[in-house]
Nanobody, 123 residues
Framework: QVQLVESGGGLVQAGGSLRLSCAASGRTFIRYIMGWFRQAPGKEREFVATINWSTAKTYYADSVKGRFSISRDNAKNTVYLQMNSLKPEDTAVYYC????????????????WGQGTQVTVSS
């Protein structure tokens, strides 16, 4: 049974930093794309970043490029999202997701999802 469990969310002031974690279990993710998405109240769930678990190739939404960094730890089976220079508009529930190697920025291409973790950035 695949499980993705996010942690690390919280309340932070604008300009601050947070690191989100996504602990993955239930299968080998070496042939998966791992993604982070976010959903603000009243808005669609949107793409944030992806990483190819095997190659570590990354891709970012323009809105977070240069501020956020996605990485993975093979030994811990965990994916991270380091978020720096946070802005109030980054406030959202952040979700970890896993999809096959064809997965891109489209949330419908991801098969597995975590429960989400709340990030709130105050101004």
């Amino acid at each position: 049974q695949v499980q993705l469990v996010e942690s690390g969310g919280g309340l932070v002031q604008a300009g601050g930093s947070l690191r989100l974690s996504c602990a993955a279990s239930g299968r080998t993710f070496i042939r998966y794309i791992m993604g982070w998405f976010r959903q603000a109240p009243g808005k669609e769930r949107e793409f944030v970043a992806t990483i190819n678990w095997s190659t570590a190739k990354t891709y970012y939404a323009d809105s977070v490029k240069g501020r956020f960094s996605i990485s993975r730890d093979n030994a811990k089976n965990t994916v991270y999202l380091q978020m720096n220079s946070l802005k109030p508009e980054d406030t959202a529930v952040y979700y970890c997701a896993a999809g096959n190697l064809r997965a891109t920025t489209n949330r419908y291409e991801y098969d597995y999802w975590g429960q989400g973790t709340q990030v709130t950035v105050s101004s």
